[in-house]
């Protein structure tokens, strides 16, 4: 790559590595294309911070290159997934490098953040080894990963991927799920954390100490949102503004059939119902669309005079808002989404866990 931080040389050295890699062994299939991308989003993050034409490109950057490529795959989504594997994962510089020089004698600027050097607010035993990490995790699998903020949170579902050896939807699951914050809050990490099947293994579920509950090993999915469900009762009524408890799991019957909204308020101020489903899982449209059948179904049989239209909040631990956007397209009732997170207790025996684990999967 020339020393030139232009556009053009932007363009040309991602042209070679996708070239390169793409002729790899398919067995090296995953790992070639983990270090390509890997490579392709420290070329942009160099041009971003040096290039001397940048400022013609702007907010456009990852759109004009796409164009500028025009190779199947690497499309502005993906290019932009590019820059943040690289800003995630800076400490994987020298592993890939020496990946490039040996299948196409490709040299990468590694900037001083791309060393091998440890984030100072993480343990250095407490991070995934640079090697251990393209070897075993695909890029698919570190595409779940890389949108979690907390550099422990990733290490955790690392390392756990690796151990288990989780398929991409399992993993998916296990984060949409919150599985790190049911081990965090767990004194036995180890009854949710065996490997194999990769389905939970739960002894005795518990709740959480901080929803003043009686703690006990482990905390199974269904009490964790039991839990949430509770102390999010406790939240909306100590936060007053109108709003007066109705039901929890109130009965509706549809078709003859029974169905049970989570949590539903009446508001003074709103004048209207305010209908709470929770989910302890990632954004789906279907979550939406039973919200919806709820809502329609208050606006139906239980509004009366004076009443405005009611109104339905979906709260699931992650979502994107693309897809939020397209599944609310076309949706007359006044619907709503949004996430939630808990505070999390001391990570000291989670911590212990994982270096132990460490040390047995280095045997």
Excluded at 124 to 145: N, V
Excluded at 146 to 157: A, L, S
Excluded at 247 to 266: C, E, G, S, T, W
Aim: hydrophobic share 40%; net charge negative; with cysteine.
């Amino acid at each position: 790559m020339s020393t030139e931080n232009t556009f053009a040389n932007l363009v040309t050295s991602t042209r070679q590595v996708h070239e390169v890699t793409a002729g790899w062994a398919k067995t090296a299939i995953n790992q070639s294309l983990t270090a390509r991308n890997w490579a392709i989003g420290c070329y942009i993050v160099e041009y971003e911070q040096k290039g001397n034409d940048r400022a013609q490109y702007g907010a456009k950057l990852l759109e004009k290159l796409a164009g500028k490529l025009a190779i199947k795959g690497l499309d502005r989504s993906m290019l932009n997934l590019c820059r943040l594997f690289y800003l995630r994962y800076t400490n994987l510089g020298e592993a890939v490098a020496q990946r490039l020089q040996k299948i196409g004698n490709i040299k990468i600027p590694l900037l001083k953040s791309s060393q091998s050097e440890i984030c100072d607010s993480v343990n250095h035993k407490l991070a995934t080894e640079p090697e251990m990490l393209l070897s075993h995790l695909s890029f698919t699998h570190i595409r779940e990963i890389m949108p979690i903020e907390d550099d422990f949170e990733r290490f955790f579902y690392e390392t756990e991927c690796i151990k288990c050896g989780w398929s991409v939807r399992e993993l998916r699951r296990q984060i949409s799920t919150n599985l790190y914050l049911r081990a965090c809050a767990s004194k036995k990490p180890e009854l949710l954390l065996q490997p194999g099947s990769g389905a939970l293994t739960v002894k005795e579920p518990f709740a959480l100490e901080f929803l003043g509950l009686e703690a006990r090993d482990a905390i199974s999915e269904s009490d964790l949102e039991n839990s949430l469900i509770n102390h999010l009762e406790e939240f909306l009524l100590e936060l007053g503004k109108g709003f007066c408890f109705e039901a929890r799991q109130k009965r509706l019957v549809i078709d003859d059939n029974y169905y049970f909204p989570d949590l539903v308020f009446y508001n003074r101020l709103l004048h209207c119902n305010v209908i709470i489903e929770l989910k302890n899982d990632e954004f789906r449209h279907e979550y939406l669309g039973q919200l919806n059948a709820y809502v329609a179904y208050y606006k139906e049989n239980e509004m009366t005079a004076g009443d405005n239209p009611p109104i339905g909040i979906l709260l699931c631990t992650k979502k994107g808002p693309k897809m939020v956007e397209y599944a609310l397209s076309g949706m007359d009732n006044q619907l709503f989404v949004s996430t939630y997170m808990l505070q999390l207790p001391n990570k000291t025996i989670l911590e212990k866990f994982l270096l132990d684990e460490i040390e047995e999967m280095n045997k």
